[in-house]
């Protein structure tokens, strides 16, 4: 039996949020990448092209 209760976060909203890059460290705002369970959603940063996954980052949603 595997206990994923770490992993198993809420899904998040979709639509566009600004994200901090936890490797170069600038600002930028992105479309969510992947959807529903995929493990692999995430945001790919312009500046140094690095992935970032959702549950890592420092994301703020981008209102209307």
Request: aromatic share 8%; hydrophobic share 35%.
């Given at each position: 039996m595997l206990l994923l209760s770490g992993a198993m976060s809420e899904a998040p909203a979709p639509g566009a949020?600004?994200?901090?890059?936890?490797?170069?460290?600038?600002?930028?705002?992105g479309e969510l990448l992947g959807a529903g369970e995929d493990p692999q959603r995430g945001f790919k940063?312009?500046?140094?092209?690095?992935?970032?996954?959702?549950?890592?980052?420092d994301t703020e949603p981008v209102g209307d």
């Amino acid at each position: 039996m595997l206990l994923l209760s770490g992993a198993m976060s809420e899904a998040p909203a979709p639509g566009a949020y600004e994200i901090v890059c936890p490797h170069c460290g600038k600002t930028f705002q992105g479309e969510l990448l992947g959807a529903g369970e995929d493990p692999q959603r995430g945001f790919k940063c312009p500046h140094c092209r690095l992935f970032v996954p959702y549950d890592r980052a420092d994301t703020e949603p981008v209102g209307d």
